[in-house]
């Protein structure tokens, strides 16, 4: 049995109505094996918690630093890409608060599981604003997520992957690098691509994602890895 007040005690508020909260936490999948199950998946809860949460950093940023559009959205993708957002879910243990399949709930460490807490914070955020009000997602994520931001300049992690990975390429041989997709499965809603990066003929390394972006991100991750481009 999931208690849900202890949840709502990690973040510090209490909800009107409980079963908004308890929604944020239910993955489609589970809904395939208990159809008579009361609540609906979260995804609706995401598509709101989604603009809230971009809304909440993006205004942030904007009335606190006054630097050029460009870094604001390097520092805002830092902030709310599903490898941040899903170790801040991590961090507030929402893994175990989650309603998932069997199938998903077999491999807590996979990327799909990743993806799956970063939607859930985002749907945690989408409840927060129907129960309480923009003041109070304002306030989880200020508290959550932007307090991410320092951590993220220190480490100059704003600078994505694949802009590191093209400028080294260029530094060190002279060549902008390409990506090709290799693969694409899955339904519409839950999309695999699976993305390699080349430099010249060369494969250097593949990544996967779910979308195109995400994928050849993460095969520009591996790519400097391989290459040891630090």
């Known amino acids: 049995m999931k208690n849900f007040q202890e949840f709502e ?20 999948s589970y809904l395939n094996e208990h159809p008579d199950f009361p609540l609906a998946h979260n995804e609706r809860l995401e598509f709101l918690g989604d603009a809230v949460l971009e809304l909440v950093v993006t205004e942030y940023l904007y009335t606190t630093f006054p630097n050029p559009e460009g870094e604001l959205t390097n520092w805002r993708a830092s902030l709310v890409n599903a490898k941040t957002l899903s170790e801040i879910a991590a961090g507030l243990d929402m893994s175990d608060y989650l309603y998932l399949s069997r199938g998903e709930s077999r491999d807590p460490k996979s990327k799909a599981r990743q993806i799956i807490l970063a939607n859930a914070i985002e749907a945690v955020v989408g409840a927060i604003y129907l129960d309480q009000g923009y003041k109070a997602a304002e306030k989880f994520v200020s508290d959550h997520v932007l307090t991410r931001l320092k951590y993220i300049m220190d480490n100059d992690l704003a600078r994505d992957a694949k802009s590191r990975f093209q400028e080294s390429a260029q530094e060190k041989l002279g060549v902008t ?6 693969s694409q499965t899955g339904p519409d809603h839950n999309k695999k691509f699976v993305v390699a990066v080349y430099i010249g003929e060369d494969k250097i390394a593949e990544g996967d994602g779910t979308s195109k972006q995400e994928a050849q991100m993460a095969a520009a ?6 290459k040891s481009w630090f």
């Open 221 to 226: 991750a591996a790519g400097l890895q391989k």
């Open 177 to 182: 690098p390409t990506y090709k997709v290799m």
């Open 9 to 28: 005690k990690v973040i510090g508020i209490e909800f009107a109505n409980p079963e908004v909260l308890k929604q944020a936490f239910v993955h489609r």
